[in-house]
């Protein structure tokens, strides 16, 4: 969930890079509308207009979905109480910090089991459910 086009296309890139395929959605309702689809992974910007991805995150964090929220530094600590990952709001740091968050996260798909202590239980794994796409040839335009 990004409002931001320079950081929703560098996030975007990173992740269709690592192999997943990317939604991407501009508004607080519409990224609330895909949280009861197959999500191996959410990420969100903590400033959605008058809502926030805090929001979000929290939203997810009792089905064992990660999610990782790019903010200010002074929200990481926020953002963490959640259950959430804090990412640099800065489109350069981001895009070099976010391969390795999701290999942490993620660790790929089905893999999900064991990486983090809260997805302990699940008898189903999210990250299943979504099948990894090969990188594009060209660079491919934002879903919206």
């Not at 969930?1 to 991407?24: D, F, I």
């Not at 996260?105 to 794994?125: F, K």
């Amino acid at each position: 969930m990004s409002p931001t086009t320079p950081l929703a296309k560098t996030l975007s890139r990173c992740v269709r890079h690592a192999g997943y395929e990317v939604t991407v959605v501009t508004t607080f309702q519409a990224a609330r509308a895909y949280l009861n689809a197959p999500l191996d992974l959410l990420i969100t910007e903590l400033k959605l207009g008058e809502s926030n991805g805090l929001q979000l995150a929290l939203r997810l964090a009792t089905t064992g979905i990660p999610a990782i929220v790019v903010a200010e530094k002074a929200f990481e600590h926020e953002v963490e109480q959640l259950g959430a990952v804090w990412l640099a709001q800065d489109t350069a740091a981001a895009a070099d910090e976010l391969p390795a968050l999701m290999a942490r996260l993620v660790q790929g798909p089905g893999s999900t089991h064991g990486v983090y202590s809260w997805y302990a239980g699940h008898e189903t794994d999210a990250a299943s459910s979504i099948s990894p796409i090969p990188p594009p040839e060209t660079t491919p335009g934002l879903r919206h």
